[in-house]
């Protein structure tokens, strides 16, 4: 019979094994976000564009200490909506 201890210990050293690999540095916080070159890189339009389009609400940005930050998933689901 085997033991369930046994299956118990392997499942365990599963998770840790997997938990040691994942990476929990400050830059992954900031995965997914950037700067304007982020931008111009998801959605193809120039920089004078997408200034222009912040301008008038029509991008999703942020905008800290003067410095505009955009999220890659808000500007995919940004021009996902723009679909017809």
Do not use: H
Not at 26 to 46: F, P
Not at 70 to 80: E, Y
């Amino acid at each position: 019979m085997l033991n369930p201890f046994e299956s118990l210990e392997q499942k365990l050293d599963l998770i840790l094994d997997k938990l040691s690999k994942l990476d929990f540095k400050q830059e992954d916080k900031m995965k997914g976000w950037g700067n304007i070159d982020l931008a111009r890189e998801v959605t193809g339009y120039s920089k004078s564009t997408i200034y222009i389009k912040c301008g008038k609400g029509e991008i999703p940005f942020v905008k800290q200490d003067g410095k505009l930050w955009f999220n890659r998933n808000d500007l995919l689901d940004w021009i996902g909506r723009g679909k017809k």
